[in-house]
């Protein structure tokens, strides 16, 4: 069941808002070209490094000052903000352990009873730390993969998913965890510098 139809569009003009900024970047700034052809997931065994992991951007703020609105970049606040979402902030819990210097953000228009939300969340994490807890969370259903960009854990059975069939998803990387309700969500996290 996926979300109702304006949590889709405010997605949707978020996403389209970063990759407008990213085609508007100068021919320097501009990332290499891709491989248009899809890439399917590979499965990788629990603790196994992923390939790369997206760097923070120059503009990236300390770890230590990281907020909801600071998460994102300044073009999707706005774009939640026109949507009438605000963020409500709280600790960043994977399963019982919270996640020292993580934060985990709900943006919602929280005036009106709805289940039109997004969660985005962002934590620091020691390798050893990483793999125990992807290890838990394979023990418990969750599926691992790795991509180019770290490794992804992604819950079982999601009540509301994208439109590749991913819901709450966790990203591991070098010294870093972040959680979307949707694998295509991750995208949106701005990248704290550690």
Request: charge should be negative.
């Amino acid at each position: 069941m996926p979300f109702p139809r304006p949590a889709r569009t405010v997605v949707a003009a978020a996403v389209t808002a970063l990759a407008l900024l990213t085609v508007s970047c100068s021919p320097a700034d501009a990332p290499a070209a891709q491989d248009p052809t899809p890439q399917a997931p590979v499965e990788t065994p629990a603790g196994e490094a992923p390939a790369s992991t997206p760097e923070p951007t120059e503009t990236a703020v300390p770890a230590e000052d990281v907020t909801c609105e600071t998460l994102v970049l300044p073009e999707t606040v706005a774009t939640f903000t026109e949507a009438g979402w605000t963020p409500k902030e709280e600790p960043f819990l994977i399963g019982e352990r919270e996640m020292p210097g993580g934060i985990r953000c709900m943006w919602a228009d929280f005036s009106v009873e709805s289940n039109d939300m997004m969660v985005l969340a962002w934590a620091p994490v020691a390798a050893d730390d990483a793999a125990a807890i992807e290890a838990e969370l394979v023990a418990e259903g969750w599926k691992r993969e790795e991509d180019a960009d770290g490794v992804l854990v992604t819950e079982p059975n999601p009540l509301t998913v994208d439109d590749d069939g991913y819901g709450f998803t966790y990203r591991f990387g070098d010294g870093w965890v972040t959680l979307a309700d949707w694998k295509a969500n991750l995208v949106l996290i701005e990248q704290p510098a550690l």
